[in-house]
């Protein structure tokens, strides 16, 4: 009696692969489909010389590529490139065989029999989304030989209409060989071609390019030529607002690393303020963090409300850890926070910066000195500090009192600071200073908003009726009106 239960076992269990296989299938074929629309699109826009039907497969592309499996891919090459074998075959040649593939190519082959060669725009594209499929699975070496092959692609063509989506696979270019550690190879390369893009006043390109290279830049520490790209080379104000988040956390970490910590903290405010709300949260957390160590360096302690949002919490613990060693001026927590986060540090490139707050955290330590004792030796001052001798601290407490960090003298027979008495601060010009940055923040975010507004073109006008002619027609209304309201007087006795 066993025999047969398990037999019927048996056979539940292949209808139920079966019905997940054809469950599969269909799946594909609807992904499948979903492609070839794009395709259909990106025709429509050409045909019709409307970006925005482009701009619209461009926008759902980080949905396409969830979606993308080798089989998808496999029936888009075979569906579409009937016109080529050779360039079929230089695309499957990336994608690996698996059992089915040859029920897959004489299924499809069928779908599209037109031998006409594709347009060059749904050729780079269908290029792409191989080129994302490889970046996805890991085989970084062989997207950096497709990417070589989609700049032939696109440097061979001479349209308009294939900026926009150009410059998507400018970006994934430069990223195949970041993967594999040869982003110096393409750097003469993204200089050609920002000064191709820049005369054809192709501002996607431009703007794109101009991220590239200031990436490349930085990723070699190379602040010096990073800094001179950005004076050189003009960021187009027509750029989308995920270019110009790029572009000003760049120039936010070149300013900062060149101890211009205002104009850094503006650049980094205003990247994280036009990143994406929803999405895009590793680079908030970037920015975020940036714009916190900024922060600390300009004397400031960023708000505890930074700290506790759901999505950083966890990324910006470490952060916390430093930002409370330099609030309270404690030398050897800062020491131990910078040792045991040092490689966190390095990842997100903001060790060398915090390296430069020991002496925010000294300055800060002499500060709750100053406030606890109204006269200390130096010696002690050297032992709280964690200094090696008594002239470092003197020296320490001297530029602490120039700098107007204390109110203090050093008596040099002694060896002791003497704390003077705390004068009003309302007294000094610090609050006027605080209360002028706080408005020309205010005023900052105004003019980004007013230039981020989207407007109707000049041509609206010309259907809208000037003033002369509203008040004649007004002028008619109203005559006609009093006539209407005489004829109906007439007709009543």
């Avoid at 799946?27 to 259909?40: C, D, G, K, Q, T």
């Avoid at 496999?74 to 040859?102: A, C, M, N, W």
């Avoid at 706080?438 to 109707?456: E, G, T, W, Y």
Wanted: glycine share 2%; with cysteine.
């Amino acid at each position: 009696m066993s025999e047969p239960v398990s037999t019927d076992v048996e056979m539940q269990e292949s209808k139920g692969d079966e019905i997940q296989a054809e469950i599969k299938k269909d799946v594909e074929l609807i992904h499948v489909e979903e492609i070839r629309e794009h395709a259909r699109q990106i025709e429509k826009s050409i045909q019709a010389k409307e970006p925005r039907f482009l701009h619209r497969v461009l926008r759902s592309l980080p949905t396409t590529r969830k979606i993308l499996t080798n089989t998808i891919l496999k029936r888009i090459i075979h569906s579409f490139y009937t016109h080529s074998v050779k360039d079929r075959d230089f695309l499957l040649s990336y994608l690996e065989q698996v059992p089915g593939d040859d029920l897959v190519q004489q299924r499809m082959r069928s779908i599209k029999s037109s031998t006409s060669p594709l347009l060059p725009e749904v050729d780079v594209y269908f290029h792409l989304l191989l080129l994302l499929r490889l970046l996805d699975t890991g085989k970084h070496k062989e997207a950096a030989d497709l990417s070589d092959a989609i700049m032939q692609k696109v440097i061979s063509q001479n349209r308009r209409s294939l900026d926009t989506l150009a410059a998507r696979c400018y970006f994934y270019y430069q990223r195949s060989f970041e993967l594999i550690g040869q982003m110096d190879k393409v750097r003469s390369f993204l200089l050609t071609r920002l000064r191709t893009s820049t005369l054809r006043n192709d501002f996607d390109g431009q703007a794109t390019l101009t991220n590239c290279l200031l990436r490349n830049y930085l990723h070699y520490n190379l602040y010096d030529q990073a800094d001179k790209l950005a004076s050189k080379a003009a960021f187009p104000e027509s750029a989308n607002n995920n270019e110009w988040s790029r572009y000003l956390y760049y120039i936010g970490r070149v300013k900062a690393i060149q101890l211009q910590y205002s104009q850094a903290y503006k650049n980094l405010q205003q990247a994280i303020q036009k990143a994406p709300q929803s999405t895009a949260l590793g680079f908030k957390q970037i920015v975020q963090k940036m714009i916190i160590v900024v922060e600390l360096l300009m004397g400031k302690i960023p708000e505890r409300s930074v700290f506790r949002q759901k999505n950083m919490r966890r990324s910006l613990a470490p952060y916390f850890q430093l930002t409370q060693a330099v609030r309270f001026g404690d030398v050897q927590k800062f020491e131990e926070v910078v040792t045991l986060f040092a490689e966190k540090f390095r990842a997100d490139y903001t060790y060398t910066l915090i390296l430069r707050l020991r002496h925010n955290v000294i300055k800060t330590a002499i500060r709750y000195i100053s406030l606890a004792y109204i006269k200390i030796s130096l010696k002690d001052i050297a032992q709280k500090l964690m200094l090696d001798s008594i002239e470092d601290a003197e020296f320490v407490v001297a530029k602490a009192i120039r700098d107007g960090v204390i109110e203090a003298f050093i008596d040099e027979d002694g060896k002791f600071m003497q704390s003077r008495e705390i004068s009003d601060v309302y007294s000094t010009r610090e609050p006027q200073i605080s209360f002028h940055q706080r408005v020309k923040f205010c005023l900052d975010v105004h003019n980004q908003s007013i230039k981020a507004m989207r407007f109707p073109p000049k041509s609206y006008n010309k259907d809208l009726e000037s003033a002369e002619e509203r008040r004649e027609r007004e002028q008619q209304d109203m005559e006609l009106a009093s006539e209407m309201a005489e004829e109906e007087d007439e007709g009543y006795p």
